[in-house]
């Protein structure tokens, strides 16, 4: 119930993000950045940023990036899930 009483929380993040969700007061956001790689060709950056807004500040856990399609790296993230049988994983999916 919403009130008035309490405090929001306010998080700021990036400007287009390319996928965003909230799983268990955890939110997980993706970005895609053209940048080149080593050899100097265009790539496609993946970035993945994982906050945990359950307490009074938004605290990062972590930011894990990787370039698409090179060496077996999965693509840009597009959804995730979590199995009740093992609620302490989530499960992203690429496309």
Not at 60 to 65: N, T
Request: glycine share 8%; with cysteine.
């Amino acid at each position: 119930m919403a009130s008035l009483h309490g405090h929001s929380k306010v998080l700021q993040v990036q400007n287009r993000p390319t996928w965003v969700e909230v799983i268990d007061g955890i939110v997980y956001i993706t970005y895609r950045f053209h940048v080149k790689n080593k050899a100097g060709k265009k790539a496609s950056l993946s970035v993945l940023e994982v906050l945990d807004v359950t307490g009074q500040e938004p605290k990062m856990f972590g930011e894990y990036e990787w370039e698409e399609n090179a060496d077996g790296h999965p693509g840009q993230v597009t959804s995730a899930c979590v199995v009740p049988a093992h609620r302490e994983y989530v499960f992203l999916g690429h496309e």
